[in-house]
């Protein structure tokens, strides 16, 4: 059974960090790509991030260039979201996904707050 557990999320002050974790199992993770989306309350569910699972070349939406970067631990089946310089336009449920041949698995989702 494929299973995705975000955690990390919060209330973090403009200009401020956290680190997401996505904890797996249930596939192959090593070679896996993931990916971290967000949905922002009112707005569709936004790509912020991807892993290619092979080779761990990464991709970012504009937004976070620079600010956010994706990472994965295969030893723990984990991929991370380290968010730095954090700003109000952040806030939302960020989701981590796994693409496993043609199906989406999705985790429950970790809330971050960016606000003073």
């Known amino acids: 059974q494929v299973q995705l557990v975000e955690s990390g999320g919060g209330l973090v002050q403009p200009g401020g960090s956290l680190r997401l974790s996505c904890a797996t199992s249930?596939?192959?993770?090593?070679?896996?790509?993931m990916s971290w989306f967000r949905q922002a309350p009112g707005k569709d569910r936004e790509w912020v991030a991807h892993?290619?699972?092979?080779?761990?070349?990464?991709v970012y939406t504009d937004s976070v260039k620079g600010r956010f970067t994706i990472s994965r631990d295969n030893a723990k089946t984990t991929v991370y979201l380290q968010m730095n310089t954090l700003k109000s336009e952040d806030t939302a449920v960020y989701y981590c996904?796994?693409?496993?041949?043609?199906?989406?698995?999705w985790g429950q989702g970790t809330q971050v707050t960016v606000s003073s």
């Open positions: 996904k796994a693409r496993l041949g043609m199906n989406d698995h």
């Open positions: 249930g596939f192959t993770f090593k070679s896996t790509s």
């Open positions: 892993i290619v699972g092979t080779d761990g070349h990464t």
